[in-house]
């Protein structure tokens, strides 16, 4: 099965916490994103990596930092969680970055107490 | 304020009916995308129609893209309870971004 994959689904953590996200995209494609969606369902890019380069890094804070092993994965880790880092994390990939259509996958759900 | 923008913020339709979701953005585009979020899934792309095109079809979907009043239009004509989702227009600029709106909640009622 050729799609995005994200791990965990769900993860409830404490504010001071550290947590990382995992994903990985079996499509073949060279570019990868991070999105935010907020309770209002907002999506926001935070990070998009081509071949494992840095291309896009919108204003986010510090706290948030991309890891990418290869063009198949990308992960993101939080250190030092605070409240309104909870929201959906959202996963996507595309042919390339000219390409249009991004492939999402299900998402990670935090929760911050 | 958003560079794109759906209206309206919600609707309820009965299946069977057709219903329109519209799209205004703030940008110069190379395209228009629609997108379809269901409960518990990501977005997935229904319709993509370029800056050079009028109007592109995909099914019982249809989207339309008037570059000079910056908005866009997606159609879903016999609605079934499946279309139920969140609908998303996200406008591409010359920079490859894709910028999302806040999304149209769609309810179809059996």
């Known amino acids: 099965e050729t799609a995005v994959f994200q791990t965990p689904n769900y993860h409830v953590t404490q504010v001071g916490n550290e947590v990382s996200f995992n994903c990985k995209q079996t499509l073949g494609h060279d570019t990868m994103y991070w999105y935010k969606q907020d309770s209002k369902k907002l999506l926001k890019i935070m990070f998009s990596?081509?071949?494992?380069?840095?291309?896009v890094n919108e204003t986010v804070p510090r706290r948030f930092s991309p890891q990418s092993s290869d063009k198949a994965h990308l992960n993101l880790r939080i250190k030092s969680v605070e409240p309104e880092d909870s929201a959906v994390y959202l996963c996507?990939?595309?042919?390339?970055?000219?390409?249009?259509?991004?492939?999402f996958g299900p998402g990670t759900r935090l929760l911050v107490l | 304020s958003q560079l794109a923008e759906e209206n309206p913020w919600a609707l309820s339709v009965h299946e069977g009916e057709s219903v329109t979701v519209n799209c205004s953005y703030k940008?110069?585009?190379?395209?228009l995308q629609w997108y379809r979020q269901k409960s518990g899934e990501g977005p997935a792309q229904l319709i993509l129609?370029?800056?050079?095109?009028r109007e592109k079809r995909n099914g019982r979907l249809r989207a339309t893209l008037d570059t000079s009043s910056q908005s866009s239009s997606l159609s879903i004509t016999a609605t079934r309870c499946e279309d139920t989702a969140v609908y998303f227009c996200?406008?591409?600029?010359?920079?490859?971004?894709?910028?999302f709106g806040t999304g149209t909640s769609l309810l179809v009622d059996p």
């Open positions: 940008t110069s585009i190379t395209a």
């Open positions: 990596y081509n071949n494992k380069q840095l291309i």
């Open positions: 129609i370029r800056s050079n095109e």
């Open positions: 996200a406008a591409r600029n010359m920079g490859y971004k894709l910028t």
């Open positions: 996507a990939s595309s042919h390339d970055r000219v390409q249009d259509t991004q492939y």
